[in-house]
């Protein structure tokens, strides 16, 4: 039963470039989280999306950031015209039912922007 | 969601029982305590989470006291393996806004050979 899976594990963006992070949640999850970690800081909701739904994004830095969970495919979380503070740890987690008790987490992709 | 304290950091012995406190002296009735771990530069993994009552499974057991404003994180047997960041979580379930796990500082183990 594969895991919560997550690409690219590395992303090395310039300033200004396009980030796209994958994460496609366990089989039979519809529920789908994004968290960030700063360098030396601590895990942050950012984003809880459905199919075909955001359902918060009350973590979600007002520009820039965008994300998205189609019908069919992974969740996508875009980050544009990316800056140095962009740099970070992106998790995502997946649940099966409604304000999931237990989320599972992918292994993250750690973007460096340049 | 009630704020939780935790230590920073905590040292335990190979094979001995590890013991992580937490504090939510503000928890409401309808939230839970939930555990979780990461392991270094790894994703959050799920231990173990309750309301009231004393919970166990195969990672660990969680005790909480009866006026629920303070739980304990047992993991009976540490391993080197354990060694990880352990955060306590506080959260309501079935709205909306319980859905996200506001993460603290946690707890550094450190186990040691």
């Known amino acids: 039963n594969a895991g919560v899976m997550q690409n690219p594990r590395h992303l090395v963006r310039r300033r200004g470039q396009e980030a796209r992070l994958r994460c496609s949640p366990m089989k039979g999850h519809s529920h789908v989280y994004w968290y960030r970690q700063l360098p030396e800081e601590g895990l942050k909701f950012m984003v809880y999306l459905q199919k075909e739904n955001i359902i918060d994004e009350s973590g979600m830095p007002k520009e820039r950031f965008s994300a998205e969970f189609p019908k069919e495919g992974p969740s996508i979380l875009r980050i544009q015209q990316v800056v140095r503070g962009d740099s970070a740890a992106y998790f995502c987690?997946?649940?099966?039912?409604?304000?999931?008790?237990?989320?599972?987490f992918g292994p993250g992709t750690r973007l460096t922007v340049t | 969601d009630a704020k939780t304290t935790q230590p920073p950091s905590m040292d335990c012995a190979e094979g001995r029982a590890a013991n992580l406190p937490c504090n939510h002296s503000t928890i409401s009735g309808n939230e839970y305590v939930y555990w979780y771990r990461q392991i270094h530069s790894q994703g959050p993994q799920y231990i173990i989470h309750?309301?009231?009552n004393n919970e166990t499974n195969e990672m660990a057991s969680l005790i909480i006291t009866e006026d629920r404003k303070s739980s304990t994180l047992i993991l009976p047997h540490a391993t080197l393996r354990d060694t990880a960041v352990y955060y306590c979580?506080?959260?309501?379930?079935?709205?909306?806004?319980?859905?996200?796990?506001?993460f603290g500082e946690g707890t550094q183990l450190t186990v040691n050979p």
């Open positions: 309750g309301l009231k």
């Open positions: 987690a997946s649940s099966p039912r409604v304000a999931g008790r237990e989320q599972y």
């Open positions: 979580i506080v959260r309501v379930e079935g709205e909306t806004s319980g859905s996200r796990l506001t």
